[in-house]
Nanobody, 122 residues
């Protein structure tokens, strides 16, 4: 499966963005999906994950209550709605697909998109 992330940009603190991850090559419903982010010089970190059906979601503590992961399997797309953005959310955001058990572990994800940059100004 090929993944294409989009929707990043520059936003002021307190603002919102919605990231999209469009899949091609195979239907997205085969995969659990995750969003990760990376700041230059730091390790890539887990942000959120959603299971194949969309019934279960998981978040890192720092984004709980602000970010929402969702999916539309008919559209082969996963979303990350980001509200109340803070400067510390500035990073390149990546979507990823995983065929096994849903997990926060980066190493478990099989396919990655190219990343989209989110910049939050104070």
């Amino acid at each position: 499966v090929q993944l294409q992330a989009s929707g990043g940009g520059l936003v002021q603190a307190g603002g919102s963005l919605r990231l999209s991850c469009a899949a091609s090559g195979r239907t997205l419903s085969f995969y659990h999906m995750g969003w990760f982010r990376q700041v230059p010089g730091k390790e890539r970190e887990f942000v959120a994950a959603i299971d194949r059906s969309g019934d279960s979601t998981y978040y890192t503590d720092s984004v709980k209550g602000r970010f929402t992961i969702s999916r539309d399997n008919a559209e082969n797309t996963v979303y990350l709605q980001m509200n109340s953005l803070q400067p510390e959310d500035t990073a390149v955001y990546y979507c990823a697909a995983e065929r096994g058990l849903i997990t926060r572990a980066i190493y478990a994800y099989d396919y990655w998109g190219q990343g989209t940059l989110v910049t939050v100004s104070s």
